[in-house]
């Protein structure tokens, strides 16, 4: 038993051993092969870079322009002395909102093979108004409300300055109109700079300025694209509610930032937004003078409520009214519940007034009509 028990051993040993043996020879081939010797090894190939995007070619017509307007030395002279240049950035009209729609001529019309012709222009603000006949072909609609615009006034009575089509939208470079940020540098604060820079220091103004924040109102949400109308008149003062209350009506929007959605229910509950609903469309002779949203708040400088503070924000009401309300003493926009209805938490005292009134009128008018009722039956009955 001891002899079979130490034979067995040791082929357990020599078994064990030869297996070691065949398995770490195995591992070194294997290693040899994935990592050979450094001076056997080729020479490492860096990837190379993908090559920049090509520019997008443009259209044979319009390559056909810029084979002269490629030039930034060229320019035009005026009868007046002043000179433009002719020079066309090609990435503005890559990147242009007409890129994929006009070619050149399609603006640019009425050029013969000598190139250029025409009768000289005086200046350079007489080209810029010719290009304003040039957008009505495509933009009718349009160009028919600029001419209820008070800056079409302007240029009737000769006032070049005022803006056209190509001063707000640029000309070969015209970008998505809906941009308000683009809307603002471009176009209004390059006329209006000290009101655009009250603007920016705004509650409005300066979340979008500063924040890119797009929710709040920009020059065109309330003096509209090309109808802009004089802004002195009765008449957009009055209309001063509607256009604060289609942002601060609605629930979504105004949820976002905690405010309360009933500052326009409420101002047109009252006396003041009652009047300027029914007058705001009579005529001009007719209208009667409230007080609106601009007169308490601000118009391009309106700031927070929060941040201005009650006693400061109370200061200010005090001021509005005392424009009408002669020697207004310094309590009374207290009388005033502000722009919220009573509730437990504001007001409880009108609230608790309000809702015993809210019961005992029906069950008055109930108990009226109950009671001639009653003595009309009992006439005809003879009783």
Not at 299 to 320: E, F, R
């Amino acid at each position: 038993m001891r002899r079979r028990r130490g034979t067995s051993f040791g082929w357990f040993v020599w078994t064990t051993a030869l297996l070691l043996t065949l398995f770490a020879s195995t591992f070194y081939a294997q290693a040899t092969k994935i990592s050979p010797p450094a001076q056997n090894a080729p020479p490492a190939t860096a990837t190379p870079p993908a090559p920049p995007a090509a520019a997008k070619p443009l259209p044979e017509k319009v390559q056909y322009c810029m084979d002269c307007h490629n030039d930034k030395e060229q320019t035009l002279k005026f009868t007046d002395g002043t000179t433009m240049s002719l020079y066309v950035d090609p990435a503005d009209l890559e990147h242009s909102v007409h890129s994929k729609q006009l070619i050149c001529t399609d603006c640019h019309a009425k050029y013969d093979n000598d190139h250029p012709s025409g009768k000289p222009l005086p200046g350079r603000r007489a080209y810029t108004t010719g290009t304003y006949e040039v957008c009505k072909k495509c933009h009718f609609d349009t160009y028919t409300r600029t001419l209820e615009s008070v800056h079409y006034e302007l240029l009737k009575e000769g006032i070049d300055t005022a803006p056209m089509c190509v001063d707000c939208h640029g000309a070969h470079n015209i970008q998505p109109p809906h941009q308000k940020r683009a809307m603002m540098s471009r176009s209004c604060a390059v006329c209006h700079e000290a009101v655009y820079k009250t603007y920016a220091a705004s509650v409005h103004g300066s979340a979008l300025v500063k924040d890119d924040n797009q929710d709040v109102p920009a020059c065109s949400d309330c003096h509209t694209h090309h109808q802009v109308q004089q802004p002195g008149t009765n008449k957009f003062r009055l209309s001063a509610p509607d256009t604060c209350i289609r942002c601060h009506s609605n629930d979504k929007l105004m949820s976002k930032y905690g405010i309360s959605t009933t500052v326009g229910t409420t101002y047109l509950a009252d006396f003041h937004g009652t009047t300027a609903s029914l007058s705001r469309n009579l005529s001009e002779d007719k209208q009667q003078i409230v007080v609106t949203c601009n007169d308490c708040h601000g118009v391009h400088n309106i700031a927070s409520p929060k941040l201005k503070g009650a006693d400061v924000m109370k200061a200010t009401v005090t001021a509005a009214c005392a424009k009408c309300h002669k020697e207004t003493a310094q309590t009374f926009p207290s009388a005033w519940l502000s722009h919220y209805p009573p509730s437990p938490k504001h007001a409880p005292l009108v609230w608790v007034v309000q809702l015993f009134y809210s019961f005992f009128i029906p069950f008055a008018v109930t108990g009226l009509i109950l009671h001639l009722l009653l003595h009309v039956y009992r006439m005809s009955s003879g009783r």
